[in-house]
DNA sequence: TTGTACGCGTTATCAA
DNA sequence: TTGATAACGCGTACAA
């Protein structure tokens, strides 16, 4: 009773071999009345297959992980939220890691792979795919999914898809937004240089600006962390450096979260004085007043995209690397537009 | 190459049974000079055990399972980023389940816990324990902590721990400070009541303002989902029904985000006419404007006694069933308090 | 149609 | 100190 019957308790119990339990047990043709007295037994001792031993022998896990740099991150909420019910549906377990954006315990993941305790892994690293996880990822010998940059020299034999998204043209789509609406002293607050997202989107904000015949000021820039409390630092330094600014273009959310703060603590109006522009529209940008326009870069398409190329993989076997890409779109709140920002009317 | 090298490779190459190998790679003594040959086999064959067949052998898997209605629900985040790295930090993978809140999908994962895929269980069921559940938990042969309501007469067999809050001193906080404020027609916006926390909170809304001396009136209770738009809608209904209401409890944050909604849209001044409470405290609550007074249920809390009594549990071998209790706290902000609702001073 | 026997990769026991 | 060997629970050739 507190052991659990296994196949072989069955066989015993029906009167036949383990060889008859399995195959009843699996759905193979066997006699009616063989299949009778196995299922009964089995029944009667409440039998479960045990699913380690099944993988051992199966060589598979029926699992498959995905690795974030924080759960807290409502990008990464977003793409779990999408991950998880594909993966169920397809008949997989799903594992969480955080990494914390933290390089070694990505490799950790990636090397750890070889273990085999997954069959699959979707991995989003921060800061960028080094030699390190390219080797780790031909070494794993299970399918990867990176979302993010992928280097351009992969070597043949990486098990590995890619899904990206063009976070140049969302910050174009952002500026190109902000200079429409007549801004022309847009204000930059960035996350660190040394993560993808960061290098990616210092770059496009130069080239937009360039695109749409602005000067490039090293005064309108500020680089922090993807944090609110970061975001206000940035925000305030900007602000007392370059006070007539009049759009703030934020790398994420929650700088932009920040930056709200600070011109609401300093009277300024939104988007009257200074408009902000926030990416990755999280779920946060319907909730802040004024509401926050945001670039969407497609977080929850991301997920399933990810999980459709690597349930593809698994199922339909070996096939070339393979890339998808989102694309992003920008979404016009408050931020942005007086209209929606005083909805209320005269106050 | 492509089959991964085992043990049995290893024994191979370094001219010893696969005995001494396994001994060398679990630290038991051996000859120094075996030690050697080993480690250099194993490294220049690149050996990675096999995390299948060593559950089998061991009898664990070293993974554990978090059971909760909704990953996108901030409340659950919140437990997910705390028991994540306690579990790592023991050595232990994290599975995750959404259930929708779904009995039937909670009960599938109980009852999976017998295919032995997991060493332990943190549950979170939407809608109470069952009978059902508990059979199931009984019949697991694994440690399971259930976060939230547990029945009186948990069977002595049940390998269970316990983690609950106390809604209704949550609720009780909330109305003595509304009170405290001066108001008296205080509605209440709850989620469905087959839900534990719905039901809960009817009743501690109930016995509120029983405590204050303030009439019960069924007019200023309306019930919906816990969601964002629900919350929209009831409060608008509400608020159509009597306007005279002066303040709102909500029964979660989200519910709170809508009724916030509906005031700004009706020109409502929060909290000069109408205060709003929240409740579970989530990340959102200092995102709205104004910032959202909301009561604490402790979830990281919560999630952290949970992974802290299953590991316990996990590592030490049997015990008694145990009950933490995470008492509730008040956070109070813009919503219920003038002074930081119009920070910006006149305007 | 059924049963015997082996292998999946480990760990652990028991002689030698 | 070491090697042969037996589990762990399941699936499947192969032979009967």
Redesign the pocket.
Known sequence: MT??P???TIAQRA??????V??V??GL???E??VRRVMRAADELGYV??SV??S????RTDQIAFAMADIGNPVYVAMVREIQPLLKAAGYRLLIHSTDGETDDELDVLRGLRERYVDGLIISPLRGVTQEHVEAIVAARAPVVVIGALPDDMPEGALVDNVRTDSRTGVRLALDHLHTIGRRRIGFLNGPLDTVPGAARAAAYREALEALGLPYDEDLVEVGDFYRDSGARAARALLSRVPGVDALMCANDLIALGALDVLREQGRDVPGDVAVVGMDDTDLASVTWPTLTSVSLGSAERGRAAAGLLLDRLQNGPRGPRVAVVRPSLTIRGSTTVSQASPGGAR
Chains 1, 2 share one sequence.
Do not use: H, M, Q
């Not at 009167?15 to 008859?20: D, E, H, K, N, Q």
């Not at 051992?56 to 060589?59: D, I, K, S």
């Open positions: 052991e659990g296994t196949i072989t009167g036949v071999s383990i060889a008859s399995s195959r047990l699996n043709p066997t006699r009345d063989t297959p045990n031993a099944r051992l022998r199966n060589r």
